[in-house]
């Protein structure tokens, strides 16, 4: 057995340092950023924040309204083929969509990628692959199986929390790793099964590794307020996964919960027992649930929290000369509290 006796640590152990500063307003601040995918050579530009594929965050409906800031969405997988056709054909951008996949085979996933571009004359130009596990052989191999298939398509793959894990999905053709083990706020996998990494820690080992590959890491997980996203940024993530900021809100498409006189929209993790009830028909015998569900107080549209989000970046950017989200990292000093 190895432990270290280095402490490991979360958002809310640091804070950035503000240092002297050109930029004299949050107008002068740009966010949106160009990321390379090394092992695809796509181009990306944007706002580098992901909505999370949680069945009540990564809608249709909160990608066509994320879009229009530049901001990505990993789209649930529980969305077939033809559901893509008729989102894309009302004008959702597969440029800031991402399909989500797990373990499917090769053949699989070029069927629902043709059949998207046969229907609608937009090219999948990038995919998620997401299970909780990442370090499995047989993750590492779907990864690999389609690079060779698919040379051009841009892939991000996850999760793991160590820079063993980016090693792994890196040499297998991803371009981007997802970071993130039992960090989620609905995610239960460190009270049941003691396995996780504190976030932050986390994305600063995972993106050192991966910057020997030119890629980058998505930080997945642990983000509670504003602040939290600054700081991932700081660590050293290419984008910020969000996940509980953005439930509850009315692109969610959570029913509404009317409780003690307020409007509520649930929130579950992908592991949990309401997921696995609905997606599988039930826990299987062999598994256990890994994650809760909540009730987040209505948010109403989405656009509003945006704004609060983006507004904050500007002005941690401010705060430390960083000219755009891409030099937040180099521009950013921790002190532990």
Same mark, same amino acid.
């Given at each position: 057995? $190895?432990?270290? &006796?280095?402490?490991?640590?979360?958002?809310?152990?640091?804070? /950035?340092? *503000?240092?002297?500063?050109?930029?004299?307003?949050?107008?002068?601040?740009?966010?949106? %950023?160009?990321?390379?995918?090394?092992?695809?050579?796509?181009?990306?530009?944007?706002?580098?924040i992901m909505a999370s594929n949680m069945d009540n965050v990564g809608t249709f409906e909160m990608g066509l309204a994320l879009q229009k800031f530049h901001i990505t969405n990993a789209v649930s997988k529980f969305y077939d083929k033809k559901a893509w056709v008729k989102y894309i054909n009302k004008g959702l951008?597969?440029?800031?969509?991402?399909?989500? $996949? @797990?373990?499917?085979?090769?053949?699989?996933?070029?069927? /629902?990628?043709?059949?998207?571009?046969?229907?609608?004359? &937009?090219?999948i130009k990038t995919v998620v692959f997401d299970i909780p596990n990442g370090y499995i052989d047989k993750f590492s191999k779907t990864i690999s199986d389609t690079r060779k298939h698919f040379p051009n398509l841009g892939i991000i793959a996850g999760n793991v929390v160590t820079p063993e894990g980016v090693k792994l999905l890196m040499d297998s053709g991803a371009d981007g790793v997802k970071v993130g083990i039992g960090s989620g706020g609905v995610?239960?996998?460190?009270?049941?099964?003691?396995?996780?990494?504190?976030?932050?820690s986390a994305v600063i080992e995972c993106s050192e590794e991966v910057k020997?590959?030119?890629?980058?890491?998505?930080?997945?997980?642990?983000?509670?307020? %504003?602040?939290?996203?600054? !700081?991932? $940024?700081?660590?050293?993530? @290419?984008?910020?996964? =969000?996940?509980?900021? =953005?439930?509850? +809100?009315?692109?969610?498409?959570? *029913?509404?919960?009317?409780?003690?006189?307020?409007?509520?929209?649930?929130?579950?993790?992908?592991?949990? %027992? !309401?997921?696995?009830? &609905? +997606?599988?028909?039930g826990v299987a015998d062999y598994r256990t649930s890994e994650g809760k569900s909540i009730l987040v107080e209505d948010r109403? *549209?989405?656009?509003?929290?945006?704004?609060? /989000?983006?507004?904050?970046?500007?002005?941690?950017?401010?705060?430390?000369?960083?000219?755009?989200?891409? &030099?937040?990292?180099?521009?950013?000093?921790f002190i532990i509290l």
């Open positions: 057995m $190895f432990y270290s &006796k280095e402490k490991k640590l979360n958002f809310n152990d640091v804070l /950035i340092i *503000p240092k002297s500063s050109q930029l004299n307003s949050r107008k002068d601040v740009i966010l949106d %950023t160009n990321i390379s995918f090394p092992n695809s050579s796509v181009e990306w530009f944007g706002v580098p951008d597969p440029e800031y969509n991402y399909i989500t $996949f @797990g373990l499917e085979k090769v053949s699989e996933i070029d069927e /629902i990628i043709s059949f998207i571009y046969q229907k609608t004359n &937009k090219a995610c239960d996998t460190t009270e049941t099964t003691g396995i996780g990494y504190p976030q932050l020997k590959y030119n890629g980058f890491v998505v930080s997945d997980g642990g983000v509670k307020i %504003t602040g939290d996203i600054s !700081k991932a $940024f700081a660590a050293g993530a @290419g984008f910020v996964m =969000l996940g509980s900021l =953005l439930a509850a +809100h009315k692109e969610s498409m959570a *029913p509404i919960i009317r409780k003690d006189n307020k409007n509520y929209r649930e929130l579950y993790g992908m592991s949990s %027992t !309401k997921a696995m009830t &609905k +997606h599988y028909g109403g *549209p989405v656009k509003n929290t945006v704004n609060e /989000i983006l507004g904050a970046l500007r002005s941690t950017c401010t705060y430390i000369n960083a000219k755009n989200i891409g &030099k937040i990292y180099e521009n950013s000093n």
